[in-house]
């Protein structure tokens, strides 16, 4: 069983940065591939990016966070990081950290493939 607790969420102006974290509990970190998603109101949870197993070779991210964003991973301290810049209104969320030790057909980008998940960090950009 996996423990993922998120942190680094707050209020930033558009424009601004922030960087969450997710922690692990799992000795064996480093076989396990993660992801960020994230959940407005009224919206579904969505793939934001995904890093997979050990160093982390491969990297995906959604379009609209692609170039803005960077997910990295330090298996040293068990923790997963997304690097957000360039923040806008709308990524306005509650963001959630995942993990699975599969590699699924969804390359890591549909909720359904992760078995673990955090409690969820809130982000807020302000216009």
């Known amino acids: 069983q996996v423990q993922l607790v998120e942190s680094g969420g707050g209020l930033v102006q558009a424009g601004g940065s922030l960087r969450l974290s997710c922690a692990a509990s799992?000795?064996?970190?480093?076989?396990?591939?993660f992801g960020w998603f994230r959940q407005a109101p009224g919206k579904e949870r969505e793939f934001v990016a995904v890093?997979?197993?050990?160093?982390?070779?491969?990297?995906d991210y959604a379009d609209s966070v692609k170039g803005r964003f960077t997910i990295s991973r330090d298996n040293a301290k068990n923790t997963v990081y997304l690097q957000m810049n360039s923040l806008k209104p709308e990524d306005t969320a509650v963001y959630y950290c995942?993990?699975?030790?599969?590699?699924?057909?969804?390359?890591?980008?549909?909720?359904?493939?992760?078995?673990?998940w955090g409690q969820g960090t809130q982000v807020t950009v302000s216009s």
């Open positions: 890093i997979t197993a050990w160093s982390g070779v491969y990297t």
């Open positions: 995942a993990a699975t030790s599969n590699w699924g057909p969804s390359a890591g980008r549909l909720a359904v493939d992760y078995d673990y």
């Open positions: 799992e000795g064996s970190f480093g076989t396990y591939v």
